[in-house]
């Protein structure tokens, strides 16, 4: 392998975020491109393959000195064989996106969940050798999660190992298609939250949100911690009671496999850090059991989104040894 650089590419069901990562594992450019995905999944080859080569030529480089590009899909994934088993973001199921770029570009494609490249980008860059037994939780518009056990990442025997995102939470919820019950995802993640708040909206209650009931335009993690800031009742309400649903689960998985480090990220809690981190910590600590509880790290990730861009390098370091 004659390459030194890695190009890592970040696959959202919004934007592709692609970047160059040096043999010092230092990100030195990036691309950025929407996503279109009612166009198909090999028109989403074309666009990652289209960044991959822009970040080519901004950097003066060949295919022949990238010694691996590492993608990271929000969906089920086998690592392996490079088949996305479902990505329901971007409307794939089946597909092997391995087989599909390679076509694009000459350059060895390596596939991981995107959850599970953050945490690879985590564990390798920020957390240190006492951190064995690790859960990665990502909350954004939906919730998912990365294990590590000993040091390794767990994928499980079929990789869908750290999809807490499904984990059933609520006997019943009108918005879940799990037998009219409702899921950790339902009821924590940033589209939990916007639609509790448009449901309270809808029933007369009071916020500097109102501009949001009936319009298209998205509520995103910066206006929810502006409404924060501001103290609005309903906006408080409502990411508090998400905030406490995330303290309560990560407590019960603390209880069941006694990690030792819960890393949060996500764009909600990066947008609201401050309000929600005091009150995940509080919940988890009345619904975990005491002893493995009070051996557990909990911390936000200083990476950000970068996590999974920093986490090609960890990818690439396992599978082209």
Known sequence: MTGSYIVSVDLGGTKILSALLNSNNEIVSRVKVSTDIEKGSENLVGSISQTVKKLLSDNNLTENDIKAVALGVPGTVNPLTGLIGSAPNLQITNFNIKDALFKEVSIPVLIENDVNLAGLGIKKFEL???????????????????????????????????????????????????????????????????????????????????????????????????????????????????????GTVLGSITTLLNIDTIVLGGGVIEAMSGFMNPLIKKSFEESVLKEPGEFVNIFETKLGDDAALYGGAALAEEFLK
Do not use: W
Not at 134 to 145: A, S
Not at 149 to 172: C, N, Q, W
Not at 216 to 232: R, T
């Open 128 to 246: 240190n050798e006492s951190a064995k037994n690790i859960l990665v939780v990502f909350v954004g518009t939906g919730i998912g999660g990365a294990l590590f056990f000993d040091g390794k990442l767990y994928r499980g025997s079929t990789f869908y190992a750290g999809e807490i995102g499904h984990m059933l939470v609520e006997p019943k919820g009108e918005f879940s298609v799990y037998h009219n019950r409702a899921t950790f995802e339902q009821t924590a993640s940033r589209t939990a939250i916007v639609r509790e708040i448009k449901r309270g909206l809808e029933k007369g209650k009071k916020s500097i949100l109102k501009e949001y009931k009936s319009s298209k335009k998205q509520l995103k993690s910066k206006a929810l911690a502006d409404a924060i800031k501001k103290e609005d009742p309903l906006a408080v309400k409502c990411v508090s009671k998400a905030a406490t649903t995330i």
